[in-house]
């Protein structure tokens, strides 16, 4: 059975960075994604960002482009999330899923999830 933890989530003021990090662990092969998606209240759940375990391959939101860097460090089965120059809207609860499947940013498409850490960005 796949299981995700989060990690790092906080109170930064705008243009602040914060690191949140995702243990995941429980495949059975190489080929699975894993994806952070974020939930302010009132919105729907929206992918972040997506990393696949299989090639590398990453993708990114358009509002979090150039802001936002995936990495992975597979030897620690661990994801992090680096967001840089953070913005009031990226205020969210932040989930980490992951799923055997090519990488998407579609939330529907994962089937593990962990219990998300919150972000807070302050004006």
């Known amino acids: 059975e796949v299981y995700v933890v989060e990690s790092g989530g906080g109170l930064v003021q705008a243009g602040g960075s914060l690191t949140l990090s995702c243990a995941a662990a429980g495949f059975t092969s190489d080929d699975y994604a894993i994806g952070w998606f974020r939930q302010a209240p009132g919105k729907e759940r929206e992918g972040v960002s997506c990393i696949s375990r299989r090639d590398g391959s990453t993708y990114y939101a358009a509002s979090v482009k150039g802001r936002f860097t995936i990495s992975s460090d597979y030897a620690k089965n661990t994801v992090h999330l680096q967001m840089n120059s953070l913005k009031p809207e990226d205020t969210a609860r932040y989930y980490c899923?992951?799923?055997?499947?090519?990488?998407?940013?579609?939330?529907?498409?994962?089937?593990?999830w962990g219990q998300g850490t919150q972000v807070t960005v302050s004006s």
């Open positions: 899923a992951a799923e055997d499947i090519i990488a998407t940013m579609d939330p529907l498409e994962f089937g593990s």
